[in-house]
């Protein structure tokens, strides 16, 4: 069962606007939990050179068959022109987790 399931990783630049995005995934049951983790330090070419900004990370975990929804709706609220959109198969994970993580998912 778990190959059915991702962890989708994005950043953003303040703790207010993570907060809010992470609200509104849930709000709309495009996942069934977002952490959102910092403040991290990240090193980054943008532009031709080397930048460096303080970031929030949103840890997503939702069904791999939401993948698409999720993404849609990041490139459509996501501050950042070129938002990180990346998904992580689970291979594995506790079985009551995933049996939650599946019936919180619409």
């Known amino acids: 069962m778990s190959a059915s399931f991702v962890v989708v ?3 953003l630049p303040s703790r207010p606007k ?9 709000r709309r049951k495009l996942a069934a939990c977002v952490n959102v983790l910092g403040p ?16 929030y990370l949103l840890v ?3 069904r791999a068959s939401h993948f698409a929804s999720l993404e849609k709706f990041l490139e459509k609220n996501h501050p950042y022109s070129v938002p990180e959109i990346l998904a992580l198969p689970v291979a594995r994970g506790n079985s009551s987790y995933l049996n939650w993580l599946k019936a919180s998912v619409r």
Do not use: P, Y
């Not at 990240?42 to 303080?54: H, I, V």
């Open 9 to 11: 990783l994005t950043t």
């Open 18 to 26: 993570a907060c809010a995005l992470a609200e509104k995934i849930i």
């Open 40 to 55: 991290a330090e990240s090193f980054f070419w943008w532009q031709g050179k080397m930048d460096r900004a303080k970031e």
């Open 60 to 62: 997503i975990k939702t």
